[in-house]
């Protein structure tokens, strides 16, 4: 069965710093690519980055570029997502997914709630 666990999030100000980790299950974690992904409340699914299997592709939203930072440990099976100089946008519930983030087929985590505010 697949699993995929997020932690890390929590409260913290405007121009702060968490990071996230996402710890996988029941597939073969190295050949995948990963992603993070966020919904904020009444919003839909936002796609926020993805990685390929050998740390060779990584792409960010526009939203989070140069803010935000993906990387994976295959060793431990675990996606992290380092969020730097946080904003009050960026308040959502994140996601990792083992594919691509829209697609069907890509199993999603029960997800981290990040909240930024003052």
């Known amino acids: 069965e697949v699993q995929l666990v997020e932690s890390g999030g929590g409260l913290v100000q405007p121009g702060g710093s968490l990071r996230l980790s996402c710890v996988a299950s029941?597939?073969?974690?190295?050949?995948?690519?990963m992603s993070w992904a966020r919904q904020a409340p009444g919003k839909g699914l936002e796609w926020v980055s993805n990685?390929?299997?050998?740390?060779?592709?990584?792409a960010y939203a526009d939203s989070v570029k140069g803010r935000f930072t993906i990387s994976r440990d295959n060793t431990k099976n675990t996606l992290y997502l380092q969020l730097n100089s946080l904003k009050t946008e960026d308040t959502a519930m994140y996601y990792c997914?083992?594919?691509?983030?829209?697609?069907?087929?890509?199993?999603r985590g029960q997800g981290t709630q990040v909240t930024v505010s003052s």
């Open positions: 029941g597939f073969t974690f190295s050949s995948y690519i």
């Open positions: 997914t083992n594919g691509p983030v829209y697609d069907p087929a890509s199993a």
């Open positions: 990685i390929n299997s050998g740390v060779d592709y990584i």
